[in-house]
Every structure is written in C-alpha cells, then in structure tokens.
C-alpha cells in the first residue's frame, strides 16, 4: 500500500496575490516577480530608479577612467541601530569606488530572498537601498530577485554593483607608500561592529551605540579638492583597522608604526572589547577611511577632513617607515610595542 503524501513541507509555486511574506513564486519571472518589481522595489526607490530596470542596462558616455566594484551583504540582523542591510549595500559599494578615487554614479541592485521573508521586512530594506541611493546621487539602473526555499536562507542578502569615474591623472595604490609617509583616519573605529554585535548579544550602554554607515565619496572628493599628496584609501571593514593597515604595508613593502594612545576608540567600543576579549583593531567598521597622505601635507588633509560633517574626527594615527616591510606595530600609552596582526578567521560573522 502506498504511504499516503505528506504535504506539510510543500512550497506553492503560483501562491495567491497580496500574501504577506515572500513566496517562491515571487522569484520566479512571471506575473509575481512583475509585481514585486512593480509594486515594492519601484515606489520603494523613487525617482533613484531608472523605471525601466532591465536585465542589462544602457549608459551614457562618460569622460574618464571608469572604477568598479562589486560586494555582497549578508549582515544580521538587517536591521540595526543607525541603518539596515539596505543602506549598507548602497554605501558600502560607494565606499569601495570612493576609495579608488571614484564619482559614483550607477548601481545595479541583487536581491537573494528566503522564502517566508516579511513583504514589509523586505519593502523596509527596498526603501533604504532608495534613500541611501538618492543621498548619494546615484542612479539604481538594474538588477535582480531570487527566492530560495526554506532551509536555502534567511532573511535577505544584497549584492550591489558600482559603477564611477576615475579623474585623470588621479594615482592612488600602496606601491606610492614612502617612509616618512602619514597614516590618517576620519573618525572612531569599531562602532558599526560593536552596534551589530550588541543587537546579537543584548549588551547594554549608556546610550545606543549606532552603526556609522555613511557613503564617503564627497569626503573623498574634499580631500582630493586639496591638492594633497594622498597616497591610498582603504575603508576599513572586515577585519577593521588592523586587516587594512596590514594589508597595505604587505603590498607597499613597507612598515607602519601606529601609535595606539591616538586612535580613536569610543568608551563603548572599548568597554564591549574588553568584556567580550576583542581587539578594538579588529572590529569592522562602516562610514570610516585610512588614508595615507605625504608629510608635508598631512595638516591640510586633516584640517579639511575635520571641515567635513563625515570627517569631523579625523587624526593622525601613525607613519610609513622603511624599517619591518609587512609589519604593522602599534606603540602604547605604557611605551611598549606589539605587532598589530590581522584577525586569524571572522570573528564577527555576517558583519556586513
């Protein structure tokens, strides 16, 4: 005799309109992708969407080298104090341009959704790829959705694509890194890590400690309106200050020496280091760069970095030496050093 079906784990492919949360049929290209397309993601992004939103887009011309740049982001939860998954996908492939010296100007947005995911979760994170996208003053011009099963995933992971100009004779790359060179950051470390890391562990402050997420490209555009002798930028992320500073003393093949005391480490992110035995160096960050300046011109670059709403605590934390290439050392409060390394494996998975 034939056991009788069991059909508590089936998934309709054809649901019934205006259901509540994602379904798999909303990924698969006919009438529910057109209205998810239709009815969420275009109002949900305004006049930043080109209405057309194509498998491919079309660009106009443009004058200049062209930068791009691609990420993922799988952050969770996806919604934390001071932003959401969504902004994060927008300023964090920005930042990527912005770093190579890049005018933003086009993204193209993917969307991997797991099946059973909130309409309203998922039109609240479509609204903040809109703002963020509109702040920025790029232009969302294609994209894609796909819907996994149950088991497949959770929530929703975004993938962006960036496209900018590079001005001409703009040079930047860690081989321009000298000894004498000076190592600048824009403002505190660690407080998008520690903002995801005390949703997922409950930590409790004196005041909520909100992610700095931000798009950088017109603080870059101020630094380089100077004339400065900006040698590279790196946005500190995965990994955090001590992934980025390592990074580029290895491909410089030169040393850093960062003195520890001027750093920029907020109370918070230093009191949810201690309890949980985490390196302030190596929690992610998000709105924050490193830029490395030549020496005579390291006090313009600050003081127009300061001048800037996103770069108001911008300090110098260190020089390029010609002494231990591929190793970065960090001088503390106490007059020792410590070879500052890079984390060994994700410390904070799913940061960004």
Request: net charge negative; aromatic share 4%.
């Amino acid at each position: 005799m034939t056991d009788p079906l069991d059909i508590a784990g089936w998934s309709c492919p054809l649901p019934l309109r205006n259901t509540p949360n994602v379904v798999l049929g909303h990924g698969g290209g006919g009438v529910l992708t057109s209205e998810l397309i239709d009815a969420l993601f275009l109002p949900a992004y305004g006049d930043a969407a080109r209405t057309e939103l194509g498998d491919a887009a079309v660009l106009p011309p443009v004058s200049g080298r062209l930068a791009l740049s691609t990420d993922s982001f799988v952050v969770k939860p996806m919604f934390f104090p001071g932003g959401s998954i969504g902004e994060l996908a927008v300023n964090g492939t920005i930042n990527d341009l912005a770093m190579a010296g890049a005018h933003p100007l086009y993204l193209a947005t993917a969307y991997v959704i797991a099946e059973g995911t909130s309409m309203a979760d998922l039109g609240r994170i479509a609204e903040a790829v809109g703002a963020a996208a509109r702040a920025a003053g790029v232009a969302l011009v294609t994209g894609d959705t796909k819907v996994v099963d149950h088991g497949s995933g959770d929530g929703v992971y975004v993938t962006t694509t960036g496209l900018g100009v590079v001005p001409d004779g703009l040079d930047l790359g860690p081989t321009r890194l000298r000894d004498g060179d000076v190592v600048v950051v824009s403002g505190d470390i660690g407080v998008h890590g520690v903002a995801i890391l005390s949703c997922r562990e409950g930590l409790e402050f004196e005041t909520t400690i909100e992610s700095d997420t931000a798009a950088l490209h017109t603080l870059v555009a101020a630094m380089l309106a100077t004339g400065a002798d900006v040698k590279v930028m790196r946005d500190p992320t995965r990994g955090g200050l001590a992934a980025t500073l390592t990074e580029l003393s290895s491909a410089g093949g030169v040393g850093v020496v960062v003195d520890e005391a001027a750093v920029p480490v907020p109370a918070q992110v230093r009191d949810a280091c201690g309890i949980l035995g985490l390196d302030p160096f190596h929690v992610a960050n998000e709105g924050k760069l490193v830029a490395v300046v030549a020496e005579a011109d390291a006090e313009r670059l600050v003081a127009a970095m300061r001048a800037h709403p996103l770069g108001r605590g911008a300090c110098v934390i260190g020089r390029v030496v010609a002494d231990h290439p591929g190793v970065v050392v960090a001088r503390t409060p106490l007059g020792g050093t410590r070879v500052v390394d890079p984390p060994l494996g994700e410390q904070l998975p799913r940061i960004c």
